[in-house]
């Protein structure tokens, strides 16, 4: 754990108030998500549950949990305010794991069976993860009387206590999940594909939003095609807007037109427009190929600001590698396009210099209408990993990444070729064969 991050007991958490970045109360937390792993690791953080003024009860990540302190919960004030509703490979906190009666480890030995009072959780160094790493419990049975005490508590590690976690062999989609936790979208990926339709279909529907949404991008098309038609419709537009807005816009343009628009209708009107517009490019273009979300930052911006926004984790290490310099507005599409910012430079210099002092406006950008091959040419001759594209009007509409001009000049198959090339041994050891067993 990082030195000096706070440890958080989640019965201090239940009720205190939510608000967004602005100050105005959303709600109030009611409960908490996690996800528990095989053995005795301690059971990650997925996010909390909060009840909105209307009684609806949503589901906040903790990805979008930007303050956790004295007595109140900031977010970054997205909010997804569909109803919660809880997976079969979510525990809730409050509601499950306490009053639970475990199994106290002692020299390494069981000695004695206590009642869970509460668990504390911590935020890991240098990622936005939190696990709940610690257990507050009390000896003794149950209950007891004005005459008997009611034994010692004490606090120790979750891996102090039995009774919670996963069996280590078993093969459920929790288990599977519990194993494979620690395997990069693209490894989890070739797992699935490699997983029978039932049990694809089981991992697929336990998988939170964003990972099920970076998981997606990597697989083939029939898998991506199969498994956002086994989501419910709500739940698969949750997916799509989590996704990358291109990728998002490639898997809507194989359904069919009616499965499309109800689809869009259910995303947020800033990502489905997003998405609509990627969809006016034709596929194999820059305008097709692009994500619509860039790091955008304005002239008077500073290189501590920018570095500020290559630090985010979300974003892969090809967009963050360059910032775009628009006049506003800083949405795609922005103002005028002035020019970009490369990484090395901003390391180069002081943290107040202005950005639009740094500006490297030498390379024309991409037209959006601009075919593959000349994407590709311009990547290769210049040595670039991600590109501007501009419109005629000289607006910023979005940025290429090398990663997605590989993916449309590759065979159309490579991914099924690369499965079968990279035997996945997790994907032999869950007893899974290849999609046609059943």
């Given amino acids: 754990m990082a030195a000096g991050a706070p440890r958080i007991f989640v019965s201090h958490l239940a009720g205190i108030a939510v608000f967004d970045p602005s100050g105005d109360q959303v709600g109030r937390v009611r409960d908490l998500v996690a996800i528990l792993r095989v053995g005795r690791r301690p059971p990650r953080l997925l996010g909390l549950v909060v009840e909105l003024s209307t009684r609806r009860r949503i589901f906040l990540p903790m990805t979008r949990v930007t303050g956790i302190e004295s007595g109140q919960v900031i977010t970054t004030g997205v909010l997804n305010v569909r109803r919660f509703e809880q997976r079969p490979t979510e525990r809730l906190v409050l509601g499950e794991l306490l009053d639970r009666r475990v199994t106290l480890v002692e020299a390494g030995e069981p000695s004695e069976t206590v009642t869970v009072l509460d668990v504390s959780i911590q935020q890991l160094p240098a990622r936005r993860d939190w696990e709940i790493d610690r257990v507050f419990v009390r000896k003794g049975k149950p209950g007891g009387t004005f005459r008997r005490a009611r034994g010692e508590t004490l606090t120790v590690e979750w891996s102090a206590v039995t009774g919670f976690s996963l069996e280590e062999h078993g093969q459920g989609a929790e288990n599977l999940l519990a194993t494979f936790e620690q395997l990069r979208p693209a490894d989890l990926a070739n797992v699935l594909h490699h997983l029978s339709p039932k049990r694809r279909a ?95 930052l304005r002239p008077d911006a500073t290189v501590a600001d920018a570095l500020a926004r290559v630090r985010n984790p979300d974003l892969s290490p090809a967009l963050a590698a360059q910032v775009y310099v628009c006049r506003p507005p800083d949405e795609t599409p922005t103002g005028k396009y002035l020019g970009t910012v490369h990484f090395q430079r901003l390391l180069r210099d002081p943290p107040y210099t202005l950005v639009g002092s740094m500006i490297d406006d030498d390379l024309r950008p991409l037209d959006p209408e601009a075919v593959l091959p000349v994407v590709a040419g311009f990547f290769a001759t210049y040595d670039m990993v991600a590109a501007p594209v501009v419109d005629e009007s000289g607006s910023l509409l979005g940025a290429v990444t090398v990663d997605d001009v590989l993916d449309h000049m590759l065979p159309e198959d490579w991914r099924e070729t690369e499965f079968h090339l990279a035997e996945e041994p997790s994907a032999q050891a869950s007893g899974e064969g290849a999609p046609h067993d059943s």
Avoid: C, F, N, S
């Fill in 202 to 296: 089981e991992v697929a529907a336990a998988l939170d939003d964003d990972r099920l949404a970076d998981v997606l991008e990597e697989l083939p098309e029939d898998d991506q095609i199969e498994i956002l038609g086994k989501l419910k419709e709500e739940r698969a537009a949750d997916v799509l807007e989590a996704m990358d807005p291109d990728d998002a816009a490639d898997l809507l343009g194989e359904l069919p037109e009616e499965d499309k628009e109800r689809l869009l209708a259910l995303m947020r009107p800033d990502d489905a427009a997003d998405v609509r517009r990627l969809m006016a490019y034709e596929e194999r273009t820059a305008g097709g190929l692009m994500t619509t979300e860039p790091i955008v």
